[in-house]
């Protein structure tokens, strides 16, 4: 259809006034962020572990479990998922019937475990979660992988050339209960702990095998042996200060809801470890954790999920509260409503109140700056991250200049994302300079994409973005300079940018793009318009956009064959930053953009959220609003006067 600018304005306010009536009293927007059913799975494994009285969770987290089940009896993490996932299915399996909800002679049980035998019984499941979980409660023994990482890697002082902070913030909030129970050989039965047993084919993997014989996985453990040398004291009382410190560090990480670091994964892994080290299932610390990890559910109302058409309790892996207001409050702003509108200064007040004024561990790789970030949840008071701060800015930006309590929020997390940048000249996600190649050669599924904490496009683009047009800062100051030279340097061959947490070439070629753009890059370097043409080369027929959640683990763009709405918006916000006209492309992308917004096949609901390449992805509620509403408001502030 062809696309008028009163169209568009009509859907901007259309959004607008449905994010409106929306918004909770406290100035906040709720919105599930959907994590497919592992964490349903492992809530479910916890729970009955423990003799929880969850009866009414359990089966709310079973029957949605249970829903998802594709016809040939596996669970997906996305539609086009192959054939299946088998970790997702053993998990799902396991969960299923620990919960008591389900037998083993249930149809869907039955199909289940035919998926799972013929794709070589579940020692084949590749996630290191799902082989934690069922090494923790007796159903296999732990990876060698895991074992052959000491604990005392915990002692090492952080002025080792390679010590513990070396890893990534959240890979070391998994590593260390994972390392306690691996020390520990911890398994723990109940008399309702089902067997498994005949699933398994065999639990030898090849893959970790090969990984483990790898040179540079020995290289690895060899340099974590070597340091180790230098500790003092005899074997055993190594060992023993290695797992108190390994205990004080979690204790330390637990936020005022119970949970560690705000996130269900680690939360779950850390329940178990201090089972491990001899903590009953009554104590404080892991009833806390216990209620945390339940108010961590959400209840998805049927009327909003399309086609599924079915409401659900799901567990969110970190409720995204505080991201989902920062970018809904600028991008209200962004499609007309004025800063002083009640809901921009409600969600205003609530931002300026979940800034961070505690020290965390990003002060280990950045010392002697003030706390001014912001992190994802509610919850969380100590880990920051870069981009959920540029996101608060720009919400805040309209108020900085005439309120002073937001001026002072402003400064500090304007200072704080300034410190956070890398040497080489990115950002991070959540602590600089932690990017020692040699960690990601260890043989743990996901290394390489979770034990570092990079410079990545995505993050560098999104907060270029925020300096240039909210900031005023551009290339002529040299540590932006730097932060573009960086961006530069990262462009694939075929123009795009690898985006780390969103799916994925285009998620991060929209943010290179809009960040360059911002920061005073011309339009006519050769990289903006290698990326611009890239973007107009996968355009779909439909006009929209869609990229595969495969492309993460090929490492190059895949096609969905389909357009979503958040997808179709990145791009289309790209090419509005590169193009000073409305082009053809732009025009059919605004249109599709809009259709889509009235359309509720799989499409509205494919997850383009990026977490672990392969085995962890989200469906965040929110973007089939945000984005979209961001993308036309953009059009119409760039081409009001001359679109059609």
């Known amino acids: 259809m062809a696309v008028t600018l009163t169209d568009i304005q009509r859907e901007i306010h259309r959004l607008s006034e449905e994010l409106i009536q929306r918004q909770e009293p406290d100035g906040t927007w709720r919105f ?35 829903a998802a089940q594709e016809p040939e009896g596996c669970w997906r993490w996305y539609r086009d998922d192959g054939e299946g996932h088998l970790s997702a299915t053993v998990e799902a399996y396991y969960a299923l019937l620990f919960s008591g909800f389900s037998r083993p002679e249930d149809e869907a049980l039955q199909r289940a475990k035919r998926y799972i035998l013929e794709r070589g019984g579940i020692g084949q499941a590749k996630s290191l979660l799902t082989k934690a979980i069922l090494a923790a409660t007796g159903q296999r023994a732990w990876p060698s992988s895991l074992s052959l990482i000491p604990i005392e890697i915990l002692l090492l002082p952080e002025s080792f050339p390679l010590n513990f902070y070396d890893f990534s913030g959240y890979s070391r909030v998994h590593l260390v209960p994972l390392l306690i129970m691996a ?60 797992i108190h410190k390994a205990e004080r560090y979690l204790l330390d990480r637990i936020e005022n809801d119970g949970t560690l670091y705000t996130y269900a994964s680690c939360t779950v892994l850390m329940v178990f470890a201090l089972l491990a080290l001899g903590y009953e299932a009554q104590h404080p610390v892991i009833q806390r954790a216990v209620e945390g990890l ?37 991008a209200l702003q962004e499609g007309g409503t004025v800063a002083t509108h009640p809901a921009i200064r409600r969600s205003a007040a609530y931002l300026r109140d979940r ?16 706390p001014g970030g912001w992190g994802f949840s509610e919850t969380n008071t100590f880990v920051p991250d870069v981009d959920d701060t540029t996101a608060a800015l720009r919400a805040l930006a309209a108020l900085h200049t005439d309120d002073l309590a937001t001026l002072d929020a402003w400064n500090r997390g304007l200072n704080w994302v300034w410190s956070m940048q890398n040497h080489d000249g990115g950002w991070p996600a959540f602590e600089k300079n932690t990017d020692k190649v040699m960690l990601t050669w260890l043989a743990i599924e996901g290394a390489k994409s979770a034990a570092t904490d990079p410079s990545e496009a995505d993050l560098t683009g999104r907060t270029l973005e925020y300096l240039g047009n909210f900031a005023k800062l551009g290339i002529r100051h040299d540590w932006v300079a730097r932060g573009a030279d960086w961006l530069l340097s990262q462009q694939q061959e075929d123009g795009s940018w690898y985006g780390r947490w969103g799916i994925c070439y285009i998620y991060g070629t929209w943010a290179a793009l809009t960040g360059l753009m911002a920061v005073g890059m011309p339009a006519d370097h050769p990289a903006v318009i290698k990326g611009a043409n890239w973007l107009g080369s996968i355009q779909n027929a439909d006009g929209g956009w869609g990229e595969s959640c495969r492309s993460d683990q090929a490492r190059r763009y895949v096609p969905l064959r389909a357009s979503t709405p958040s997808q179709t918006a990145w791009a289309l916000d790209a090419l509005i930053a590169v193009h ?10 605004a249109a599709r953009l809009i259709e889509l917004l009235h359309e509720e096949g799989w499409p509205a609901s494919y997850p383009t959220g990026a977490g672990l390449p392969g085995y962890f992805y989200t469906h965040y509620h929110s973007y089939r609003y945000i984005w979209p509403l961001l993308a036309l408001s953009h059009y119409v502030n760039k081409y009001g006067d001359g679109a059609p």
Not at 185 to 204: C, V
Not at 217 to 235: C, F, K, M, N, Y
Not at 299 to 316: F, N, P
Request: proline share 5%; glycine share 6%.
């Open 355 to 370: 800034q961070h004024h505690r020290a965390g561990d990003w002060q280990i790789h950045n010392p002697g700056v003030l």
């Open 294 to 330: 339940s108010n961590m559910k959400f209840t998805v109302d049927g009327s909003d999920l399309g086609e599924s058409g079915y409401g659900y309790i799901t567990i969110q892996n970190s409720p995204s509260t505080v991201w989902d207001t920062a970018l809904i409050s600028y």
């Open 183 to 242: 020390e520990r050989n911890f398994r723990a039965r109940t008399a309702r702990t089902p067997d498994l047993s005949e699933l398994f084919i065999s639990d030898r993997d090849p893959d970790e095998e090969g990984l483990l014989r790898s040179p540079e996985s020995r290289e690895a453990l060899d340099q974590i042996q070597s340091a180790l040398a230098h500790l003092v004291g005899t074997p055993r009382r190594i060992r023993q200060a290695a």
């Open 32 to 66: 599930c962020f959907e994590n497919g059913i592992t964490l349903d799975a492992c809530t479910i494994i916890l729970l009955r572990t423990l003799n929880a009285d969850q009866e009414e969770l359990i089966r709310q987290l079973h029957d949605r479990i249970l």
């Open 580 to 589: 000073d006209q409305p082009t053809p492309e732009l025009e059919r992308g």
